[in-house]
Protein backbone atom coordinates (compact mmCIF):
# COMPACT_ATOMS: atom_id res chain seq x y z
CA UNK A 1 0.00 0.00 0.00
CA UNK A 2 1.27 3.35 -0.89
CA UNK A 3 1.20 5.82 1.38
CA UNK A 4 0.12 9.41 0.44
CA UNK A 5 0.29 12.83 2.64
CA UNK A 6 -3.12 14.50 2.59
CA UNK A 7 -3.59 17.53 5.56
CA UNK A 8 -6.53 20.13 5.51
CA UNK A 9 -4.92 22.96 5.83
CA UNK A 10 -7.19 26.51 6.48
CA UNK A 11 -6.91 30.15 6.98
CA UNK A 12 -9.10 32.36 8.40
CA UNK A 13 -8.71 36.26 8.68
CA UNK A 14 -10.63 38.80 10.31
CA UNK A 15 -10.95 42.11 12.26
CA UNK A 16 -14.58 42.01 13.53
CA UNK A 17 -15.43 45.11 12.17
CA UNK A 18 -17.19 46.00 8.89
CA UNK A 19 -15.79 49.85 8.85
CA UNK A 20 -13.11 51.64 10.11
CA UNK A 21 -11.84 55.34 10.07
CA UNK A 22 -8.92 56.45 8.10
CA UNK A 23 -6.13 57.63 10.74
CA UNK A 24 -7.87 55.07 13.59
CA UNK A 25 -6.63 51.35 13.42
CA UNK A 26 -8.07 47.74 12.88
CA UNK A 27 -6.88 44.56 14.47
CA UNK A 28 -6.87 41.58 12.43
CA UNK A 29 -6.69 37.86 13.21
CA UNK A 30 -5.23 35.15 11.49
CA UNK A 31 -5.53 31.61 12.62
CA UNK A 32 -3.62 28.51 10.26
CA UNK A 33 -4.85 25.30 11.10
CA UNK A 34 -3.87 21.99 9.92
CA UNK A 35 -7.00 19.37 10.39
CA UNK A 36 -4.88 16.80 9.30
CA UNK A 37 -4.98 13.51 8.95
CA UNK A 38 -1.01 14.09 8.10
CA UNK A 39 1.51 16.04 9.49
CA UNK A 40 2.67 19.12 6.98
CA UNK A 41 6.59 20.34 7.37
CA UNK A 42 6.15 23.30 4.66
CA UNK A 43 3.43 24.72 5.18
CA UNK A 44 3.80 28.67 3.84
CA UNK A 45 1.80 31.25 5.22
CA UNK A 46 1.31 34.99 3.41
CA UNK A 47 -0.24 38.24 4.26
CA UNK A 48 0.75 40.90 2.45
CA UNK A 49 -1.08 44.61 4.10
CA UNK A 50 -1.85 46.94 1.73
CA UNK A 51 -0.42 50.33 1.45
CA UNK A 52 -2.77 52.44 3.86
CA UNK A 53 -1.60 50.21 6.39
CA UNK A 54 1.13 50.10 8.85
CA UNK A 55 1.22 47.05 10.40
CA UNK A 56 3.15 44.39 13.42
CA UNK A 57 2.37 41.21 14.32
CA UNK A 58 2.52 38.49 17.17
CA UNK A 59 1.65 34.91 16.78
CA UNK A 60 1.14 31.94 18.56
CA UNK A 61 1.60 28.11 18.21
CA UNK A 62 -0.62 25.19 19.80
CA UNK A 63 -0.45 21.55 19.51
CA UNK A 64 3.26 20.98 18.45
CA UNK A 65 3.07 24.20 15.43
CA UNK A 66 6.35 25.26 14.84
CA UNK A 67 8.07 28.02 12.52
CA UNK A 68 6.26 31.12 13.30
CA UNK A 69 7.93 34.20 13.74
CA UNK A 70 6.91 35.51 17.18
CA UNK A 71 6.31 39.19 16.53
CA UNK A 72 7.18 41.28 13.56
CA UNK A 73 6.68 44.31 11.74
CA UNK A 74 5.18 44.34 7.87
CA UNK A 75 4.06 41.36 5.67
CA UNK A 76 3.57 38.21 7.55
CA UNK A 77 5.69 35.49 5.34
CA UNK A 78 6.55 32.36 7.76
CA UNK A 79 7.42 28.71 7.07
CA UNK A 80 5.57 26.33 9.13
CA UNK A 81 5.58 22.88 10.43
CA UNK A 82 1.97 21.86 11.29
CA UNK A 83 0.80 18.69 13.10
CA UNK A 84 -2.65 17.58 12.54
CA UNK A 85 -4.72 19.49 15.07
CA UNK A 86 -2.60 22.29 15.23
CA UNK A 87 -2.82 25.83 14.62
CA UNK A 88 -0.74 29.36 14.55
CA UNK A 89 -2.78 32.74 15.11
CA UNK A 90 -1.39 35.80 14.11
CA UNK A 91 -2.39 38.75 16.05
CA UNK A 92 -2.28 41.92 13.90
CA UNK A 93 -2.93 45.53 14.79
CA UNK A 94 -2.35 47.83 11.79
CA UNK A 95 -2.40 52.04 11.66
CA UNK A 96 -4.58 52.99 8.72
CA UNK A 97 -3.12 55.84 6.58
CA UNK A 98 -5.22 59.26 7.06
CA UNK A 99 -5.77 59.58 3.47
CA UNK A 100 -7.17 56.18 3.13
CA UNK A 101 -10.50 55.73 0.96
CA UNK A 102 -12.54 53.41 -0.08
CA UNK A 103 -12.56 50.39 1.51
CA UNK A 104 -9.69 48.27 2.50
CA UNK A 105 -9.41 44.45 0.90
CA UNK A 106 -6.71 42.57 2.80
CA UNK A 107 -6.18 38.52 2.04
CA UNK A 108 -3.94 35.85 3.82
CA UNK A 109 -3.33 32.64 2.11
CA UNK A 110 -1.77 28.87 3.27
CA UNK A 111 0.01 26.61 0.83
CA UNK A 112 2.02 23.33 1.12
CA UNK A 113 3.13 20.33 -1.44
CA UNK A 114 1.21 18.25 0.42
CA UNK A 115 -2.45 17.09 -1.37
CA UNK A 116 -5.06 18.97 0.76
CA UNK A 117 -8.98 17.07 0.38
CA UNK A 118 -10.48 20.79 0.89
CA UNK A 119 -8.43 23.23 -0.78
CA UNK A 120 -11.27 26.12 -0.99
CA UNK A 121 -10.34 27.12 2.56
CA UNK A 122 -6.37 28.16 1.66
CA UNK A 123 -7.05 31.55 1.81
CA UNK A 124 -9.20 34.44 3.32
CA UNK A 125 -9.98 38.16 2.81
CA UNK A 126 -11.12 40.77 4.60
CA UNK A 127 -12.96 43.62 3.54
CA UNK A 128 -13.72 46.78 6.03
CA UNK A 129 -15.55 49.82 4.39
CA UNK A 130 -13.54 53.27 5.35
CA UNK A 131 -15.81 55.92 6.93
CA UNK A 132 -13.73 59.28 7.15
CA UNK A 133 -14.39 60.74 11.11
CA UNK A 134 -12.86 64.09 12.23
CA UNK A 135 -13.30 65.77 15.05
CA UNK A 136 -13.06 69.71 13.62
CA UNK A 137 -13.35 72.33 15.88
CA UNK A 138 -13.07 76.51 15.71
CA UNK A 139 -11.90 78.68 18.52
CA UNK A 140 -11.89 83.04 17.19
CA UNK A 141 -10.18 85.60 20.17
CA UNK A 142 -8.60 89.08 19.53
CA UNK A 143 -6.71 88.36 23.06
CA UNK A 144 -8.64 91.62 24.69
CA UNK A 145 -11.37 91.65 27.19
CA UNK A 146 -12.61 95.43 25.81
CA UNK A 147 -11.67 97.86 23.14
CA UNK A 148 -12.14 101.59 22.49
CA UNK A 149 -14.74 103.08 20.25
CA UNK A 150 -12.68 104.42 16.79
CA UNK A 151 -9.86 101.96 17.42
CA UNK A 152 -8.83 98.92 16.46
CA UNK A 153 -8.43 95.07 16.92
CA UNK A 154 -7.19 91.79 15.67
CA UNK A 155 -9.16 88.58 15.88
CA UNK A 156 -6.75 85.01 15.42
CA UNK A 157 -9.31 82.29 14.11
CA UNK A 158 -7.51 78.90 14.52
CA UNK A 159 -9.19 75.72 12.56
CA UNK A 160 -8.29 72.44 13.98
CA UNK A 161 -8.64 68.64 13.34
CA UNK A 162 -8.25 66.56 15.92
CA UNK A 163 -8.54 63.50 13.29
CA UNK A 164 -8.43 60.57 13.23
CA UNK A 165 -9.04 61.29 9.41
CA UNK A 166 -7.53 63.75 7.27
CA UNK A 167 -10.82 66.35 5.66
CA UNK A 168 -10.01 68.18 2.48
CA UNK A 169 -13.24 69.91 2.00
CA UNK A 170 -13.54 72.25 5.44
CA UNK A 171 -15.55 75.25 5.03
CA UNK A 172 -14.91 78.13 7.36
CA UNK A 173 -16.78 81.27 7.59
Not at 19 to 46: E, F, L, Q, R
Not at 93 to 117: F, Q, R, T, Y
Not at 135 to 151: C, F, N, V, Y
Amino acid sequence: TSLVASADLSISKTDGQTSAAPGGSTTYTVVVTNAGPSAVSDVNVTDTFTTELDCNYTSDATGGASGNTASGSGNIEDALELPPGSSVTYVVPCAIDPEAKGSLSNSAGVSSSVSDPNPGNESATDITSLVASADLSISKTDGQTSAAPGGSTTYTVVVTNAGPSAVSDVNVT
